[in-house]
Structures are given as C-alpha cells and as structure tokens.
C-alpha cells in the first residue's frame, strides 16, 4: 500500500477511526493515551473523543437511538471522512433543542450531502442550516473566554474570546482607540502587536475593572546565601545562617540588607533551592504558596502550561497520611490535573505527582513511567535565576 493509500484509508474510514477512538474510553487520562498512540495533539484527541461520544456513547433522551445508528451506518457505507465528521459535529451541536428537527436528524441530513460538498463548502451550508431550523434564526449562543494551556517556544500564551457581533465591537472600538493613540505607521512593533499591547494596557493596567480590583504584578526578587559559612539551621529567633566573617543573621535581616521593602523576596540557598518555611498545617500559607509559584511558574504535571497562579496547591505526600504541610512536600497542581491525582500510588488509576530534590516535578503514570516536563518557561523560576547570579 503507497502512502496514496493509506491517506484515502484514512480519510475515507472516518467512522472506523472515531469507534477505536472510543474504545480508549473517556476516563480523565484517555486522551492524552489517544494522542500519545496516534500522535497527535491532545486538543484534537479531545475532539475525537467528543464525536466518539456523540457517535457510540449513550444517547440523549431527545434522540432516537434508530436514527443515530442509522447515521453511523450511513457515514461508514459512504466513506465520509474524518474531517467531514469532525466538522458536521462542530455544527450540529449548536442547534437550539427547540428547532424542528433534531441533532441526529439533522446530521443525517447533512451526511447524504457529505460527498457532493468539500469540508469548507459543507461549514457554510450546515451553518445555515442551522441558522434557518433555530428558532429567530439566531445560533444557539456560545460566548466563552479561553486561554491557551501549553506555553510557545517563544514564551507567549494564547488567548480566545467569543462575543455577540455588537459586545465584540465595543471591545475592538476600546482597544483600536488606544491603538490611535499610541502607535504610528512604521513603527517597530506591527500593528497586531499594538493591538495586543492596546488590550493588556487597557485590563492590567487598571487597578480595577468595573467593580473588581485588579491584582497588579509584583516582583519576585531573588537573592542566595552565597555568604554563608555554614547551612541555614532553625533556633528559637528563626532561620539563621552564619556568615564567612563570623557573625549569624537570620534570614530576615539578611534580606533587608540586600534588598529594600518592595515586592516579594525568595531566599536561595547555595544549591539555588528556595529555602523551606516549615509549618504544621494543613493548608499551604501564603509564603509557601508565592515561593511555590515563583519556583514552579506553572503547573507541575508534565507539560501542563497552566499559570502557577490558577493552581492549587498539592501534598505530594498526602495529609491524611502524615504528609506535611513543607515546600518539601508540597507542589503545584492545576484544578483539572490536581483531581485526576492517585491519592494512592497503589490504585494505578491515573497516576501521582511528585518532583525530585532538584525542584524538577514530574507525573508517573499507572505502569511506572515518570515524565517530567519540557517547557522552556520552567527555566525562568528562582532556581534557574539564582543559578545565574
């Protein structure tokens, strides 16, 4: 078989393709095992398992299980393909409960035109479609505001708003009026980077937005105990180290020495580890937490880029079984990768996180295999700065 070959198969078998996608399941780790075994990205994974769903998983009591077999018996007889599948989905499902047809019926509809259409041509004609069949003619209304997970290679991280036509104006009269103000023809920044600065200027840089008051950024200074003669040991006063002239000083001294009182300050010990603030509690205090976020930057799970601020604080260790509440211990999780965790390592359900003495984290999956992740903003925590002091 050429390679001619095998692209038709494919594209030619999409129902076959979105069943075996199914059989992975839908448990929380089954996407990133479909994306793994057909290497692909994991949003279109997900994609894939929502058809899967749509196509093989129980059926909504508002449709008729007949006429979703019949589809699926229909889509495999014509070989329609995966993106054609992919893309009536897309449409279908945002058709009002309260049109005449259903969302099976109408997929049926679509499907006995599939092959006399192109993918683009089909959008367009299942678009409206769906625009005649809602009642008002108006689309079954889907706005949202999403940030991108994962990091690029140049440090940047996406953002995508959805907005009624006339609310999205407003916001684009806003920011293309800053935009005037600002920037001019020629200059080294292009226009969408103007509009981009526009935005940030006009969110972050106000102390509140409406009603609510914005978290202005506040910088992390990080500063070694290069100076030390000797390790940094608890007494009854707090942290304390010596210094290579004789004298100790705690921790707190030392900072306000080398720094003025502005921001936040990490102290790093000579192996540029962020020094522990032990305490016997079961949530993480504030000090622990901003160290954690300074040092992690985003989620500890491998090759999540969820922002360390939206993440919540995990017991590597867990708390119920004696696992302490010290940055040894602790680590940062985002919501969705913090409740997919094994609170056992022995139910080899999803897997368990945990880092190593270096700071690196890291997630082990059910059969063993530990994966640390790659993303390059890591390199910018306060280990990775101090090593460069």
Not at 239 to 246: E, N
Not at 367 to 380: A, C, H, V
Request: net charge positive; hydrophobic share 40%.
């Amino acid at each position: 078989m050429d390679i001619k070959d095998v692209v038709t198969a494919y594209h030619q078998r999409g129902a076959e393709v979105i069943e075996f996608v199914y059989s992975f399941g839908t448990h929380a780790n089954a996407a990133e095992q479909i994306a793994r075994t057909l290497l692909m990205p994991i949003a279109r994974a997900r994609a894939m398992m929502i058809l899967g769903k749509a196509m093989y998983g129980p059926c909504p009591r508002h449709e008729k299980r007949q006429v979703r077999e019949a589809n699926t018996i229909l889509a495999r007889r014509m070989g329609v393909g995966l993106e054609m599948l992919l893309m009536i989905h897309s449409q279908v499902k945002q058709l009002s409960l309260q049109a005449p047809l259903t969302r099976e019926e109408l997929r049926a509809e679509l499907l006995a035109l599939s092959k006399e259409m192109s993918v683009d041509e089909m959008r367009a004609h299942a678009a409206r479609r769906v625009q005649e069949l809602n009642p008002g003619g108006v689309r079954r209304e889907c706005r949202y505001l999403r940030f991108s997970r994962s990091i690029g290679a140049d440090g940047l991280r996406a953002m995508m708003v959805r907005l009624p036509e006339q609310e999205m104006m407003r916001v684009r009269e806003a920011v293309d009026a800053r935009v005037q103000a600002t920037w001019r023809s020629g200059s080294n920044r292009r226009h969408e980077q103007a509009r981009a600065d526009a935005l940030h200027d006009l969110l972050a840089g106000a102390s509140v937005v409406g009603e609510v008051p914005v978290r202005r950024l506040e910088p992390t200074i990080v500063i070694t105990t290069r100076d030390a003669a000797g390790e940094v040991i608890d007494t009854e006063t707090g942290r304390t180290f010596g210094l290579s002239d004789g004298s100790t000083m705690t921790l707190e001294e030392y900072a306000s020495i080398q720094l003025a009182d502005t921001g936040y300050v990490v102290v790093c010990d000579a192996d540029n580890a962020p020094v522990n603030a032990y305490r016997i509690q079961r949530l993480a205090n504030w000090k622990q937490r901003h160290i954690l976020e300074a040092e992690q930057l985003v989620c500890g799970n491998a090759n999540c880029g969820c922002a360390g601020n939206m993440c919540q604080v995990h017991h590597i260790k867990p708390w119920e079984q004696g696992g302490e509440t010290n940055l040894a211990n602790l680590m940062l999780l985002c919501p969705t990768c913090h409740a997919r965790v094994d609170r056992d390592p022995e139910w080899k359900l999803n897997g368990y996180n945990g880092r190593d003495p270096d700071g690196r984290t890291w997630h082990q999956d059910p059969n063993g295999k530990r994966r640390y992740t790659m993303l390059p903003i890591r390199k910018l925590g306060i280990r990775g700065v101090a090593a460069t002091l």
